[in-house]
């Protein structure tokens, strides 16, 4: 059974830095993409930021020069460190991996219970 697990959410105040965690874990085959997603009270989920397995990243425009997505494939995780946070960034964050369990010659895409971050003074 595949899991991931995600850490490091919590309040901060305006301008201050987050780094939230996601490790992947199970019978996994290989990952392809990871990303994180968030979700602010009354909003749709919306990309944050995603990651190939070769490195390439996309960030949404609000969070551009102010988040930084990295991976670390020997250990299946992925890191979103956010700096210069704003209250405009407070909702849930979810790890998204697109990846093929073991035996499975298609890949799925799973999804972290989410940690929350709060961005107030």
């Known amino acids: 059974q595949v899991q991931l697990v995600e850490s490091g959410g919590g309040l901060v105040q305006p301008g201050g830095s987050l780094r939230l965690s996601c490790a992947a874990s199970?019978?996994?085959?290989?990952?392809?993409?990871m990303g994180w997603y968030r979700q602010a009270p009354g909003k749709q989920r919306e990309l944050v930021a995603a990651?190939?397995?070769?490195?390439?990243?996309n960030y949404a425009d609000s969070v551009k020069g102010r988040f930084t997505i990295s991976r670390d494939n020997a250990k299946s995780t992925v890191h979103l460190q956010m700096n210069s946070l704003k209250p405009e960034d407070t909702a849930v964050y979810y790890c998204?991996?697109?990846?093929?369990?073991?035996?499975?010659?298609?890949?799925?895409?799973?999804w972290g219970q989410g940690t929350q971050v709060t961005v107030s003074s």
């Open positions: 998204n991996a697109n990846l093929s369990p073991t035996g499975f010659r298609v890949a799925f895409d799973y």
């Open positions: 990651i190939t397995r070769g490195g390439s990243t």
């Open positions: 199970g019978s996994i085959f290989s990952i392809n993409a």
